[in-house]
């Protein structure tokens, strides 16, 4: 496995801070300066990465009535919709994709996206885009995985519905080509999540099954599911954003809010950094309450010649004197010398 991918000046590697991916999707709501606010607000939030979706609702499907073209009526949010009218509603316009791009790098984000044709892959290469995600109900489209993972740039793919063999097919697929640049990330399709249905364990699975790194693509409210991932070993995080709720939305109502999405940032970080190694031992930190811990003293003023008895010495703090465990041992011994309260009793005082 690739331990780490370099994207632009940033680290996708286990042993860097989690990327962390802000998803636009539909929440621009049809206007090209809220999406601009969109990338603005995420170069403030400290995220590395800003994504959007590049199709049409032509490219993605048909304008069809059908039952199987109609979402599910008792979906929580787009319930009753055809597919198309959805893609035509949630769509980012693909002219609009240039001054999005531009904005990002301009911020210092990297500007990426999710295309679901050939046609997006061209115009996501001409706009230089510096990797690719594969969307969870794509996994199964391998002329496209073929023709992202051509580009010889890291491949990020959803597994949200897919089963193993799916998942097996689309990595091969995408290592045929050459290209071993792939993240898997754990997903839950359904919009929103919850976090019951996360299977977050699956996170180390398919890391070791595979051989690649993996991370989470999260639809649940809040950032509790994300944090847990990364303490799972998930090295990218995306989660969808809105600058608020309360403008609606086809994704808003479980995306991050700009102060939930700067909490994510510096919270994964922090689980993260406090991974630390599987090691058991003191660290440079503990010095001080290593030097605290408890040790056997002269707790009485004791002459030579006089016992050590359990009135004379105790295990207390501070450390400096012998290690508890040697109470029952000295026990019944004499002193050495004179000693006052306070002395730490070492083996030259008894």
Not at 73 to 101: C, R, S, V
Request: charged letters at 20%; aromatic letters at 6%.
């Amino acid at each position: 496995m690739a331990l780490s991918y370099q994207v632009a000046d940033h680290s996708i590697s286990p042993d860097a801070a989690p990327f962390i991916i802000a998803e636009m999707s539909g929440n621009h709501n049809g206007d090209l300066q809220r999406a601009l606010d969109i990338v603005d607000m995420v170069a403030e939030s400290g995220a590395q990465a800003v994504k959007l979706q590049t199709y049409t609702a032509d490219t993605i499907t048909i304008d069809s009535n059908k039952p199987q073209f109609t979402i599910s009526g008792d979906h929580p949010l787009w319930g009753g919709k055809n597919l198309y009218q959805l893609y035509t509603e949630a769509h980012t316009p693909w002219e609009w994709h240039e001054a999005i791009f531009e904005r990002a790098r301009s911020k210092g984000l990297i500007a990426f996206s999710s295309p679901f044709d050939h046609t997006a892959v061209e115009l996501l290469e001409s706009l230089g885009a510096p990797l690719y995600k594969i969307a969870s109900l794509e996994i199964g489209d391998l002329a496209l995985l073929r023709r992202v993972a051509q580009t010889g740039k890291p491949v990020i793919l959803s597994d949200g519905a897919a089963t193993l063999t799916d998942i097996d097919t689309a990595v091969k697929t995408i290592r045929a080509e050459g290209n071993d640049q792939i993240v898997v990330l754990a997903c839950t399709s359904s919009y929103p999540a919850a976090p019951s249905e996360s299977n977050l364990r699956t996170i180390p699975v398919l890391r070791d099954a595979f051989g690649i790194q993996v991370g989470l693509s999260d639809h649940t409210m809040g950032i509790g599911a994300a944090i847990a991932a990364v303490a799972l070993g998930a090295t990218v995080v995306e989660k969808h954003v809105t600058l608020s709720r309360a403008d609606g939305g086809v994704d808003s109502d479980f995306s991050l809010e700009p102060h939930e999405l700067r909490s994510l940032v510096t919270e994964s970080r922090t689980a993260w950094e406090a991974l630390g190694s599987p090691v058991i031992q003191h660290t440079a930190g503990e010095s001080e309450s290593l030097r605290l811990r408890r040790s056997l003293y002269v707790v009485k003023p004791v002459k030579a010649g006089d016992k050590v008895t359990a009135e004379n010495v105790r295990s207390i703090r501070p450390a400096g004197g012998l290690e508890p465990v040697y109470l029952d041992t000295v026990l019944g011994r004499e002193f050495r010398q004179d000693a006052d309260a306070g002395t730490p009793l070492t083996w030259d005082v008894v």
